[in-house]
Structure formats: structure tokens, C-alpha cells
């Protein structure tokens, strides 16, 4: 769990909080109330919420399976190809 801090305290007691960074600990620094930075491990990867684990999954299954824009396949040649562009346009508009 992140803990709040006065930038004041990290000054003083910095070798103590280091030590408790390395040990896994983050922290939040505080300056006039105002969270200013923080204060976390390097190595250590980001837990996800499992509500955040659900949204990543979602975005991954999204991006899987497309949008339905309804243009078609597009290769990279045709999407710089205005004229062709124009004429599918024109194609769908007509169906």
C-alpha cells in the first residue's frame, strides 16, 4: 500500500525511506499537502487491480478482433492512394 509523506520527513530521514523502498515499499511525497512525487522500487512490476485486469482484457480482446468500421480491407498502398480511396467511397455510398 502507498504511503504519504512530507517532503520535510523524506529530507531528514532519506537512507531510512530508501530502505524501506528496496524493500518494496512506495511512498508518495507530499509538499504543502500537495502530492509532488513518487517514491517507488525500480525492479518492481506494476500489480494490477483486478478491475484494471479486467479493462486490460477487454482492450486486448478489442484489439484482436478490430472495430467494425465497414471500410474494407485497407492495404498500405491503397490507404496513400486517394483516387482508390475516392472510388471505394463512392462504391459503398452506392450499396
Given amino acids: 500500500m502507498t504511503k504519504i509523506v512530507t517532503l520535510r ?3 531528514q530521514q532519506f537512507a531510512r525511506y530508501l530502505r524501506e523502498v528496496e524493500a518494496g515499499e512506495e511512498f508518495v511525497i507530499t509538499r504543502n499537502g500537495k502530492p509532488v512525487a513518487r517514491l517507488t522500487p525500480v525492479a518492481r512490476r506494476r500489480v494490477l487491480t483486478p478491475r ?5 482484457e477487454r482492450i486486448e480482446a478489442r484489439m484482436r478482433e478490430g472495430w467494425p468500421l465497414g471500410a474494407g480491407k485497407l492495404d498500405r498502398d491503397a490507404l ?3 483516387e482508390a480511396m475516392r472510388r471505394e467511397f463512392l462504391r459503398k455510398d452506392a450499396d
Fill in 52 to 56: 484494471q485486469r479486467a479493462a486490460w
Fill in 9 to 11: 520527513d523524506v529530507n
Fill in 80 to 82: 496513400h492512394d486517394r
